[in-house]
């Protein structure tokens, strides 16, 4: 039997969405070569600037989404990513993959599919997301505004037995997010720098892997805060933090964050590698451990 996603009116194919992936994945792949910047006049933007893909799908960082859209589109353009990432904690892994759409530097759509694994109870919870976002002003350089960024993360898991077994309210629920960036040329130590803050409301547990809402509801707005700067025009460094909430009384949620490397050989590949810290999940403390991520761009 098929599994499909369906949200707001309209269903996925999820077989369909990772034959997709793959096929694109083999298209980027002779790119590599190529030198980008001069083939390809759609990659227009400074490298690196689309950012990486984060764990809900959307681009930014890993933890967390930014201002920036995904790719190097520009207005007028189109432009695509697809990714694999790998979390490993003390007792938790997490596999994704997916990807997004860029419409003309204006609008990003995105699909992830996200698998998580109990070690311990060798028991898995999958989850489904699809993002929507859209830049409303600015531009993360060339403006005197931020860019500023509104988003819709739409998560639904497919294993609803823990969530619901630990007090979550629903086993489907929507995040939604204002994101603002700004990058500076000449920042510190004279090289480019960006930073990057987010306001979150929703109530998804663990990014949404234990459900959403509970018993015990937190503040529903939280914020997200990351930064990079870039060492050489390839590499850049980087931490973000994200604030979450703690609605199930039977289990503790602490906030995460994590510094990172990524590195842009060109434009068409990225790499990703970050020290995590997640804190307590599921009731196991100090959940930390390592972050790959390999995204390619069409």
Known sequence: MKQTLSAAGFRIDTKTVSLCMAVAMMTALPGLTVADEEQNPRFGKIKGTGGVSSISGVGGGGLTPWAT?????????LGGTVFASQARVDDYQLDIYGGSFNFHDKVEVSYVRQDFLIEAADLNIRQDKIGLRYKVAGDVIYDRLPQITV?????????????????????????YTISMARAWINGIGHRTTLLNVNLRYGDSNQFGILGYGGDDADTRVNV???????????????????????????L??????????AYFPNKRLSFTAAWVDLGEI?????????????QANL
């Open 252 to 261: 503790k949620e602490e906030n995460a964050h994590d510094l990172f490397v």
């Open 282 to 294: 599921a009731g196991a403390p100090d959940q930390r451990g390592v972050y790959f991520s390999l």
């Open 69 to 77: 859209l995904s790719s190097y589109a520009e207005a007028g353009q």
């Open 224 to 250: 997200e805060v990351a930064g990079a700067m870039f060492l050489n025009r390839s590499v850049a460094v980087g931490f973000e933090w994200r604030q979450k909430p703690d609605n199930l009384s039977a």
């Open 151 to 175: 988003g819709v993360e739409h998560g639904e898991l497919r294993d609803e037995a823990v969530a619901l077994s630990v007090g979550a309210r629903e086993t489907r629920g929507t995040d």
